[in-house]
């Protein structure tokens, strides 16, 4: 029986464990857990969702701040389109962020950055861009795009020295998005160097739409090999999405897989950025206190534990503040929501805004506790205190575990 060990990903001169820790917004994969992946010769991610609040919490800057103060005298209105990033401090913010990170590298791994483009900032193109290319003078050896078809990605790249230099990769969640996005840079003459195939049992937003359990990550595995095949095209592929074991890896890796991509078993990491009183919630998570909802202003479906904060919480919008979800137009799912609920229940103190969620707000106040299908399996990573709470893992240990573990045996850590 073989072990994640027994394989390695190559991605151009780098030989690497096929370990890949996935991107979580915001700062749930810190750099130092990202950093941990790479010292033990695998890839990390960081994430560029919402980096000036990342920023300010880390480095001591006070981007939220002054860009609230330009903005404050439209708290009260209905009507976002005003809000603007500033695209010079966005830069700052994003070089900040990657160049602290990557300054504090060792070992061979990698460090990616996570790029989601549906963060739309009224700007969808101009802030993408700023955000791709920053992160790319940073210095920061890759960009995994995500959540979103990302069609116009490349072009946005094309002309920074390092687009052929540093390792692109894009998620996708069907064969036919992947097509559409290979037609789409035909043009740019460089193929991603790495596809990540992420199915409908991960964290995060899914790719999919409600009639998510229709599909099985596997089955879309095997039709996009047997594509690039046809095509004869050599792109490592990385499933991603409910791969909760080494020896769940393994197997993909026997059949083809070139490493996988893992989030949910090092969201209760020492190393995580989620608060620990949240992670003993993930830890205690049955099966049936999680669910797939439409909450997201995103219009992607969203997993989540259903005792998040978030959920039903009317609070006001705060674009002035982040503004990371409004689109071209300056509108969001949840503002339409939470003045639709404010002109129904005139005068009341507080109102319950249930259908939509004011992500930017809930996703950087760590109220939103999204997590894989198999998060009510993480207690049987670890072992229990006699306070009835979960010991914390390290990084390190459940990285080792996925590396060198068998079948479906899981390491515990020493008691
Ligand atoms: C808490 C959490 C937050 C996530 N946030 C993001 C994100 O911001 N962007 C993204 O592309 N994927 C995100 N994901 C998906 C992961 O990067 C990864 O592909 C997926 O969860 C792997 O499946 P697994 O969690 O079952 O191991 C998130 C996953 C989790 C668990």
């Not at 460090?111 to 989601?116: D, H, P, S, T």
Request: net charge neutral; proline share 4%; with cysteine.
């Amino acid at each position: 029986m073989k072990c994640v060990d027994d394989f390695r990903l190559r991605l151009g001169k780098h030989e690497l464990v096929p370990i890949v820790i996935g991107g979580m917004g915001v700062d749930i994969s810190t750099a130092d857990l990202a950093l941990e992946a790479a010292r033990l010769g695998g890839v990390g991610h960081i994430s560029d969702a919402m980096v000036p609040t990342v920023s300010d919490r880390r480095y001591n800057t006070k981007y939220v701040k002054d860009k609230l103060k330009l903005y404050k005298y439209n708290v009260a209105n209905t009507d976002k389109s005003d809000i603007q990033f500033d695209l010079a401090l966005l830069a700052e913010a994003t070089e900040a962020h990657v160049r602290n990170t990557m300054e504090r590298k060792r070992g061979d791994g990698l460090i990616l950055i996570n790029c989601m483009e549906k963060l739309t900032m009224n700007a969808p193109k101009e802030t993408l861009r700023v955000r791709l290319r920053s992160a790319l003078d940073a210095g920061i050896d890759g960009i995994t795009l995500a959540a979103g078809l990302h069609l116009g990605s490349f072009a946005l790249m094309e002309d920074h020295p390092r687009f052929r230099d540093a390792k692109l990769g894009i998620i996708v969640s069907s064969l036919r998005a992947l097509q559409l996005f290979i037609k789409k840079i035909a043009r740019t003459n460089r193929l991603p160097d790495y596809i990540v195939i992420e199915g409908p049992l991960a964290g995060g937003h899914l790719g999919f739409g409600m009639d998510w359990a229709k599909y099985d990550l596997a089955t879309i595995v095997a039709e996009i090999q047997a594509w690039l095949r046809t095509e004869k095209l050599d792109i490592p592929l990385i499933p991603a999405g409910g791969i909760f074991t080494g020896g769940d890896a393994a197997l993909f890796l026997e059949h083809g897989a070139a490493a996988v991509q893992v989030a949910t078993r090092f969201t209760v990491a020492k190393e995580c950025g989620l608060p620990d009183d949240i992670k003993q919630e993930y830890f205690k998570a049955n099966e049936d206190d999680i669910e797939v909802n439409g909450i997201s202003p995103t219009g992607y479906p969203m997993r989540m534990l259903k005792n998040s904060p978030a959920i039903g919480d009317g609070i006001r919008p705060n674009c002035e503040a982040y503004g990371y979800l409004l689109d071209a137009n300056g509108h969001c799912q949840y503002i339409d929501a939470y003045n639709r609920e404010v002109a129904a229940h005139p005068g009341a103190k507080k109102i319950r805004v249930w259908d939509k969620t004011c992500l930017c707000t809930q996703m950087r106040n760590f109220d939103l506790w999204t997590c894989g299908h198999y998060t009510y399996r993480l207690k049987d990573t670890t072992r229990a205190e006699a306070d009835g709470s979960y010991q914390l893992l390290t990084a390190a240990h459940i990285f080792n575990d996925y590396r060198y573990s068998k079948g479906d045996a899981i390491a515990l850590p020493q008691g």
